[in-house]
């Protein structure tokens, strides 16, 4: 029987998980909350079981190979019932904060789903509703890639496409290496002519990129698709994100003018690892008119496209996919989550997750809203989703105080950018 094991690209999520936590969140709020949450729970863990991606965990036992994906069943530990002392929106959000301190094993459950039920003040519910909370391994892939079985989980019909993973053997390395060399030396020929636009210019740390201290706090900012309008859902959060954290960080008194973010951007072609993305750094051009604004961020990301489709790229795909299991763990042993670097890729992070159509619910209750928190690291203190379902746009924020101040003052300033 062939073993599946894990790509070397999602192989480094998981063992960078014991040096870095990243497990992502995603949170869905459903309106209303049904009376017989037990049957629901076991509804959501049948449907779990039929997902080829929420039926396995991970087994790391063979040292000198990649770990692999084993079958796992779908059981009640996979849920946790919350009971809020204060069933508020707010105090949900704080709990959910809580959560990221008590990151998974995937080798034992790569996810499991917190629930809060009656839950009042969700945006887009009128009474008391229900927050579900998917905590699930990168491994797995970001919140683009896992939002997808999360909903055939909560009913969604239709299969999710399966990835197609691309191994590469250690005997390829040495010719592998000479390829990407070769790629990369036409890249700098391509970029050198103006075939090929330039790099993004490394940004110099501020306030953001602090190492995160003090409260953490998550908020969200929803909107009706509509309300966007004017450039893509991304693009307008873009330059809102940059109206309001440059405002936030002039009033603690730090100079925004080369504000920029790291943005994550999926990859080109076929689906061939769970984490199929890169991240680019992108400037956020706060002293600009917000019309200007959003054409040069645009523009930006439209160049950082076009770089990343260049077959260098591919060429190091390749080369890093034909790196030996043993030599990766040892690698990634080495990394030092507490060493401080002079430039950064973005002052803060921004990704974004399509949800699709609102079409999946919490026993019955149909789901209104849809976000996602990216993790806080040692060199960014201040994070952003934008995420769609159906029509809702939710902003959300993971911030420590020690990046923003006062999170709510910087919240309506977003609200009023956006």
């Not at 020929?189 to 306030?207: I, Y």
């Not at 990634?332 to 890729?345: E, K, L, W």
């Not at 060199?379 to 420590?400: E, N, R």
Request: a neutral charge; hydrophobic letters at 45%.
């Amino acid at each position: 029987m062939p073993v599946n094991r894990l790509t070397a690209v999602d192989a480094q999520m998981f063992w960078m998980s014991s040096r870095m936590p990243n497990d992502t969140f995603l949170l869905y709020g459903f309106d209303g909350v049904p009376v017989d949450l037990s049957g629901v729970l076991a509804e959501l863990a049948a449907n779990a079981g039929t997902s080829p991606d929420l039926s396995q965990r991970i087994d790391d036992g063979a040292r000198l190979h990649y770990p692999s994906w084993v079958p796992a069943p779908v059981d009640e530990f996979r849920f946790a019932v919350h009971d809020l002392a204060q069933p508020t929106w707010p105090s949900c959000l704080a709990a959910v904060g809580e959560l990221v301190d008590a990151q998974l094993d995937a080798r034992l459950a790569p996810w499991r789903l917190h629930v809060f039920p009656g839950v009042e003040g969700l945006p887009g519910v009128t009474g008391a509703g229900t927050v579900a909370v998917l905590q699930i391994t990168h491994a797995l892939g970001g919140g683009g890639r896992t939002c997808a079985p999360a909903a055939v989980m909560f009913g969604r019909q239709g299969a999710v496409a399966p990835v197609v993973p691309v191994y590469g053997h250690p005997a390829m390395l040495p010719w592998r290496s000479i390829e990407a060399a070769r790629a990369h030396r036409q890249l700098v020929a391509d970029t050198e002519a103006g075939r090929v636009p330039p790099a993004a210019t490394p940004r110099r740390p501020l306030r953001t990129n602090d190492r995160p201290t003090g409260v953490r706090s998550m908020r969200t900012v929803v909107r009706d698709r509509a309300q966007l309008a004017g450039a893509t859902v991304t693009v307008c959060a873009l330059a809102g994100i940059s109206e309001a954290l440059a405002g936030q960080l002039r009033e603690l008194g730090t100079d925004p003018a080369t504000l920029g973010a790291e943005v994550t951007m999926a990859k080109s072609g076929p689906r061939q690892a769970y984490n199929h993305f890169g991240t680019v750094g992108v400037g956020l051009h706060p002293s600009l008119p917000v019309t200007q604004r959003r054409a040069a961020i645009a523009a930006e990301l439209a160049a950082r496209r076009e770089r990343a489709a260049h077959p260098a790229m591919r060429a190091s795909e390749r080369a890093f996919a034909a790196t030996p299991a043993p030599l990766l763990r040892w690698g990634i042993g080495q990394f030092n989550p507490d060493a401080r670097s002079a430039t950064v890729t973005g002052n803060t992070v921004v990704s974004s997750v399509n949800c699709g159509a609102a079409d999946f619910s919490f026993g019955g209750m149909p789901v209104r809203l849809a976000a996602a928190f990216p993790g806080l690291s040692p060199m960014v203190g201040l994070t952003h989703c934008v995420t769609g379902v159906g029509d809702t746009i939710s902003i959300s924020v993971f911030g420590a105080e020690s990046a923003i101040g006062d999170v709510d003052g910087y919240i309506e300033r977003l609200e009023a950018a956006l």
